[in-house]
């Protein structure tokens, strides 16, 4: 059960309901903060809605378009972009209620991605994931894949430099050695920073195992979206986004993206099949952390930190802060 404090802080950011060329043939059912969602195109337009049809509770997440509607799987009404019901075809001449209206919740398409936010009063900004949307670069979606684990473990796991040569060994960490100091800064929105990580020089299985020292940028936007951009020595640059959905405490759905600019001439199937194998190495991980039930801002971890753990530091302190002024 989430706390009142904490959907508070949650419903006032934008979260990643669905890749928009996922609902262009179908809607697409979600569960945001506990909330069942539809998401569903109409006139071309993204829209989001709760996930039940004012006359009878119908599922709209099991219906079809229509006529540039959606239409309730139950009997049949239709709704367009604004959540009017525009046909009732059993009846097509009858006069409908005003009332037979969804519920929308605010929704914003950007970066291949619909966003949606509970609260409609939110000020809050979306990322600035412009590299995805280079018409000259290589790119891919994955998932969204389910994560029975908090978001907030996620966005933690993303921004972590320190478990590549353990849980990454296998696909592009590098061989223990120290890693260098990480500076967090802090912005109006997230963090950044920028530092220099040994690692394989390899995006796909059949890439070089040679070590090289790569540039990584962190841009982390709260509560749970991460830009990663890599620049090789070779000048190759490769750009990872990770934004989760919070289903309830301990369910996430992770949607992640890339974009590169390709020097090696790999296809994308081999780097996103490589992508895809880190991700589950993740995956594995973090749904083994205990305690396995955690709130969204990690206070009953129980957990000691190291000189090594910058951004979940600064991330904690974030929360805390924000729970305070919610309280």
């Known amino acids: 059960m989430i706390d009142e404090p904490t959907l508070k802080i949650l419903t006032a950011y934008w979260h990643p309901v669905a890749k928009s060329g996922a609902i262009d043939n179908h809607p697409v059912g979600v569960q945001l903060l506990g909330k069942p969602l539809v998401v569903f195109r109409s006139k071309g337009n993204a829209v989001v809605a709760h996930d039940r049809c004012p006359h009878r509770g119908g599922p709209l997440s099991l219906g ?76 891919f979606q994955t998932g969204p894949v389910r994560w029975n684990v908090s978001a907030s473990r996620i966005a933690e796991n993303f921004n972590d430099i320190v478990h590549f040569s353990t849980i990454h060994a296998t696909t592009f960490g590098s061989s223990e050695q120290p890693v260098s100091a990480q500076k967090i800064t802090k912005t109006s929105n997230g963090f950044t920073s920028t530092i220099g990580v040994r690692q394989q020089y390899r995006n796909t299985f059949d890439g070089p195992a040679d070590e090289v020292l790569a540039n990584y940028n962190y841009d982390f936007l709260f509560p749970f979206s991460s830009q990663l951009t890599i620049t090789y020595p070779d000048g190759e640059v490769e750009c990872i986004q990770m934004a989760v959905m919070p289903e309830s405490e301990a369910s996430s759905l992770v949607f992640q993206q890339s974009a590169r600019f390709n020097i090696g001439g790999d296809t994308i199937d081999s780097w996103r099949n490589f992508q895809a194998a880190v991700n589950e190495e993740d995956r594995i991980i973090c749904e083994a952390l205990q305690p396995r039930a955690i709130s969204f801002d990690l206070n009953d971890t129980n957990e000691i930190a190291l000189p090594t753990d910058a951004f979940s530091i600064a991330y904690r302190k974030r929360w805390k802060a924000l729970v305070r002024a919610a309280q």
């Open 64 to 139: 079809t378009y229509e006529h540039d509607g959606l239409t309730c799987p139950y009997h049949g009404l239709r709704f367009g972009e604004d959540g009017h019901c525009t046909q009732f075809p059993s009846r097509p001449n009858a006069r409908l209620s005003k009332r037979l209206k969804l519920e929308l919740v605010q929704s914003q398409e950007r970066h291949g991605l619909v966003w949606a936010c509970l609260n409609n009063d939110n000020v809050t900004t979306l990322p600035n994931w412009e590299m995805f949307d280079r018409t000259d670069v290589q790119k």
